[in-house]
């Protein structure tokens, strides 16, 4: 006979709750930081099943005292660091001009990249010309770092005469093919499987370039994600696939969408996939990862599955009220620190950098950003000046216009 309560205990759904709301004092407790360099470095080769343990730790370089420490360091060289914090510096910048030019009504919407920059600006230094970016909307540091110019990305924000995308996207919805960077889209989790298919082209094709795929931490419980996952496991896809846990989905709190798992990255194990969480603020342990992750799928040695352990300092974009969600000073008390100022440091520690050059190099590069605003605007802002030609909106879209939309455009004279 199968047993049976004569008093059952009623079910309880379980809700996951932040470790603290707005008024209270920022609790970090949760986030395990592992010693600088004390991650082993496997071999690029190595059997997923080997190396579960690193979807569990944080690969971390640089130290506490500015240093770059363990297996993961000697990457870069001083002044490659020094290029990479001015392509953070500029990010910044860029963020602080968008989002002032927002308030001031010259766009409808704009979102920062406050304590994100490390991720995408080190993750551009180790792709090769050719690879893709499935990105979100908060990777702009891949174009910023590749060469894109600043005034076509304010132009696009701008969505004036000179917007490369015609106003046809939301501002900040960039695409460039020629620099490697897909066009984003506002169905969070839809880049996830489209960067995966494209790497399962280019191998279908015999070629020699990779796809690297981005999503939110909120993002991952679409079945976008999953459905990634599982392609890129079956057809060993030369792929990166990228999480970038920055600890909030809008107003959601990451553990919502991580359930319970312990990490995002350890989801990767359940598909077979090599999965490393990594200091996201820590510029050269990104740039060592990814360098790792992509030589893996050069070598037609499959997907990795990485998580950027980082911290989301500003609003969720220009329609958030983060204050309404969680402390005010959580962001201060964020143990990984700051990554601009973390490569200043360890620059200044290597003698290639100075608290002066430092004033020096943020006055030429808010220089070099007013300009490139001043170029845009001159083709128009959201309320002044240019704007894309109604004809445009019939372009581009068939390779030859069907005779309904022809008739429309000569019906609306353009």
Same mark, same amino acid.
């Given at each position: 006979?199968?047993?049976? +309560?004569?008093?059952? /205990?009623? *079910?309880?759904?379980?809700?996951?709750? !932040?470790?603290? #709301?707005?008024? =209270?004092?920022?609790?970090?407790?949760?986030?395990?930081?592992?010693?600088?360099?004390?991650?082993?470095?496997?071999?690029?080769?190595?059997?997923?099943?080997?190396?579960?343990?690193?979807?569990?730790?944080?690969?971390?370089?640089?130290?506490?005292?500015?240093?770059?420490?363990?297996?993961?360091?000697?990457?870069?060289?001083?002044?490659?660091?020094?290029?990479?914090?001015?392509?953070?510096?500029?990010?910044?910048?860029?963020?602080?001009?968008?989002?002032?030019?927002?308030?001031?009504?010259?766009?409808?919407?704009?979102?920062?990249?406050?304590?994100?920059?490390?991720?995408?600006? +080190?993750?551009?230094? /180790?792709? *090769?010309?050719?690879?893709?970016?499935? !990105?979100?909307? #908060?990777?702009? =540091?891949?174009?910023?770092?590749?060469?894109?110019?600043?005034?076509?990305?304010?132009?696009?924000?701008?969505?004036?005469?000179?917007?490369?995308?015609?106003?046809?996207?939301?501002?900040?919805?960039?695409?460039?093919?020629?620099?490697?960077?897909?066009?984003?889209?506002?169905?969070?989790?839809?880049?996830?499987?489209?960067?995966?298919?494209?790497?399962?082209?280019?191998?279908?094709?015999?070629?020699?370039?990779?796809?690297?795929?981005?999503?939110?931490?909120?993002?991952?419980?679409?079945?976008?994600?999953?459905?990634?996952?599982?392609?890129?496991?079956?057809?060993?896809?030369?792929?990166?696939?990228?999480?970038?846990?920055?600890?909030?989905?809008?107003?959601?709190?990451?553990?919502?969408?991580?359930?319970?798992?312990?990490?995002?990255?350890?989801?990767?194990?359940?598909?077979?996939?090599?999965?490393?969480?990594?200091?996201?603020?820590?510029?050269?342990?990104?740039?060592?990862?990814?360098?790792?992750?992509?030589?893996?799928?050069?070598?037609?040695?499959?997907?990795?599955?990485?998580?950027?352990?980082?911290?989301?300092?500003?609003?969720?974009?220009?329609?958030?009220?983060?204050?309404?969600?969680?402390?005010?000073?959580?962001?201060?008390?964020?143990?990984?620190?700051?990554?601009?100022?973390?490569?200043?440091?360890?620059?200044?520690?290597?003698?290639?950098?100075?608290?002066?050059?430092?004033?020096?190099?943020?006055?030429?590069?808010?220089?070099?950003?007013?300009?490139?605003?001043?170029?845009?605007?001159?083709?128009?802002?959201?309320?002044?000046?240019?704007?894309?030609?109604?004809?445009?909106?019939?372009?581009?879209?068939?390779?030859?216009?069907?005779?309904?939309?022809?008739?429309?455009?000569?019906?609306?004279?353009?």
């Amino acid at each position: 006979m199968t047993p049976q +309560a004569d008093n059952p /205990a009623p *079910l309880r759904l379980h809700v996951p709750e !932040p470790e603290v #709301r707005p008024g =209270g004092t920022p609790d970090f407790s949760s986030v395990k930081i592992a010693p600088a360099g004390s991650v082993r470095r496997p071999e690029v080769d190595a059997n997923p099943e080997d190396i579960r343990d690193l979807a569990y730790s944080i690969i971390r370089v640089l130290n506490r005292e500015g240093e770059a420490v363990g297996p993961w360091a000697g990457l870069l060289s001083d002044d490659d660091l020094a290029e990479g914090l001015k392509h953070m510096m500029t990010l910044r910048a860029f963020d602080a001009r968008m989002l002032m030019a927002q308030r001031q009504g010259k766009t409808s919407f704009y979102m920062q990249h406050m304590g994100e920059e490390a991720v995408s600006c +080190a993750f551009r230094r /180790a792709l *090769l010309p050719g690879d893709m970016n499935f !990105p979100t909307y #908060r990777q702009a =540091g891949l174009l910023i770092a590749g060469g894109y110019p600043m005034v076509d990305m304010m132009n696009q924000i701008f969505s004036n005469e000179s917007d490369p995308l015609k106003g046809r996207q939301l501002p900040i919805m960039y695409s460039s093919k020629e620099h490697g960077f897909f066009s984003i889209s506002g169905n969070l989790g839809t880049q996830f499987v489209q960067a995966v298919g494209w790497a399962m082209a280019s191998a279908i094709k015999n070629d020699t370039r990779i796809a690297a795929g981005w999503i939110g931490d909120g993002s991952t419980a679409e079945s976008d994600f999953h459905a990634a996952l599982a392609f890129a496991s079956t057809y060993r896809a030369p792929v990166v696939l990228n999480i970038v846990n920055n600890q909030w989905a809008i107003s959601t709190f990451q553990g919502i969408a991580r359930g319970g798992s312990g990490t995002f990255a350890a989801r990767g194990l359940g598909f077979g996939l090599p999965s490393l969480r990594v200091d996201g603020n820590d510029y050269l342990a990104v740039h060592a990862v990814a360098s790792w992750a992509l030589e893996r799928a050069r070598r037609n040695l499959g997907p990795t599955l990485i998580e950027y352990v980082t911290y989301r300092v500003g609003a969720h974009s220009t329609s958030d009220d983060p204050s309404a969600y969680r402390p005010k000073t959580e962001s201060d008390a964020w143990p990984l620190g700051d990554p601009v100022i973390r490569l200043k440091n360890h620059l200044i520690l290597r003698g290639r950098w100075s608290e002066e050059r430092h004033k020096q190099a943020e006055a030429e590069i808010l220089d070099t950003v007013i300009s490139a605003q001043k170029e845009a605007e001159r083709h128009g802002t959201l309320h002044a000046g240019g704007k894309p030609s109604v004809r445009d909106m019939f372009e581009g879209v068939y390779a030859e216009m069907p005779p309904h939309l022809r008739r429309q455009r000569q019906q609306a004279g353009v």
